[in-house]
């Protein structure tokens, strides 16, 4: 057992201990002032700010690799526009410098998956930024699917003389793939009741691949920057009951108050980054200050490598230097990225039971002088000096 003492600890949930202190193993056993058990080990925190491992709720770490070019970009597979059935971890490099860059800044889960090329680009995986095969590395895969809509996908396949090549296109095509994969299900119950009488279907993989879809046990992540392509995500969400949240919302101080009438849960950013295309005519930090002062629940992240996973806390600095809410601000990197991705049960925050992903800065995260000084994860010491 370890254990941290004399730390400031905000353990994710708003709460703030001073002079606190943490113990686990693989898991936190306790949180507080007084702990009284064994310890192997104890490190003494005094001064340091100690917070649950950050979290990056959208990215694609490992999917690019890091000063590679075409043999390193494994998250488009841009051969077809319905690809559900790609599953990231099928692509994941654990061995990309950008996991001991997410290490060296204390993050410690990613979830990371395929690019938005396609309408519907595949499954996103949660999995931890240490270890050498990315199936120990797991959280929860597939915890989305990818839907992208907007200029990318038609950028690629007017490129391609295909469909989609307008907006309306991107959008029947992924309406089309849930008619079938709503028909498919039923299909199979049918068969499942009553074998003598129905025929087997035909096994689908990209069916398959969208049944936790439609029957909403993992979200979408819509990719959606202007205001029209966030209205639409909306629109096909409420069509088919899905589970689903908004990625990167660049236009979302224009649409606020329809995001606040659906309650809707947003991943944003990346923001530290230029207007390089028409959809993000609107990008600003002044948006995670309007959308999390209205309560939704408003995620940051990188987009790795549009802004390099480093530089998480960096994102949150400027989103507090922006008039965000600081706890909030941390949450949006903590606790509340963690609940839009569905894996709140085992990240997000030092709470008993939870896994021991802990890091241990020099100041708040969210502050511009931060320096991260430890990271566990799974309580195993993976950067710095006890």
Not at 66 to 80: H, I, P, Q, R, T
Not at 246 to 262: M, N, P, Q, T, Y
Not at 314 to 325: F, I, R, T, Y
Request: hydrophobic share 40%; charged share 25%.
């Amino acid at each position: 057992m370890k254990l941290i003492k004399n730390a400031r600890i905000l353990t994710g949930t708003g709460e703030v201990i001073e002079n606190g202190q943490v113990a686990f193993d693989d898991k936190i056993r306790y949180v507080g002032t007084d702990y009284s058990g064994v310890t192997d080990e104890v490190i003494d925190a005094d001064g340091l700010v100690v917070t649950p491992g950050l979290i990056d709720s959208h990215c694609h770490v490992g999917l690019f690799g890091d000063s590679l070019g075409f043999e390193g970009a494994d998250a488009n597979e841009d051969s077809d526009p319905v690809t559900p059935q790609l599953r990231a971890i099928d692509g994941i490099n654990p061995q990309d410098r950008a996991f001991s860059d997410a290490i060296n800044a204390g993050v410690t889960t990613v979830v990371t998956g395929p690019g938005s090329a396609n309408p519907i680009g595949g499954q996103f995986a949660a999995i931890k930024t240490y270890g050498v095969c990315v199936d120990d590395m797991v959280i929860k895969a597939p915890c989305a699917m990818k839907m992208a809509l907007g200029e990318n996908p038609k950028t690629v396949y007017n490129d391609k003389n295909q469909a989609p090549m307008t907006r309306m296109g991107t959008i029947a095509l992924i309406r089309e793939t849930l008619y079938k994969t709503i028909n498919y299900r039923d299909d199979w119950e049918d068969y499942e009741n009553d074998e003598d009488e129905d025929d087997k279907p035909e096994f689908d993989m990209k069916l398959e691949a969208m049944l936790p879809v439609v029957n909403r046990e993992i979200p979408v992540k819509f990719h959606a920057h202007r205001a029209d392509d966030i209205c639409s995500a909306i629109r096909l969400a409420k069509e088919f009951d899905l589970l689903y949240t908004i990625e990167h919302c660049s236009d979302g101080d224009v649409i606020a108050d329809i995001l606040k009438r659906e309650n809707v849960a947003v991943n944003l950013g990346p923001t530290l980054t230029d207007r390089s295309k028409p959809e993000l005519k609107n990008l600003s930090f002044a948006t995670y200050k309007k959308l999390s002062d209205m309560g939704l629940d408003v995620s940051i992240i990188t987009d790795h490598p549009e802004v390099t996973i480093e530089n998480l806390p960096l994102c949150a600095a400027l989103a507090v230097s922006n008039g965000m809410d600081e706890k909030k601000a941390l949450s949006a990197i903590t606790l509340t990225a963690a609940k839009n991705c569905g894996i709140s049960d085992k990240v997000g925050s030092l709470e008993v039971g939870k896994d021991a992903d802990i890091a241990v800065f020099t100041a708040l995260p969210t502050e511009f002088n931060a320096k991260c000084m430890m990271t566990f994860i799974n309580g195993n010491l993976v950067k710095g000096e006890i």
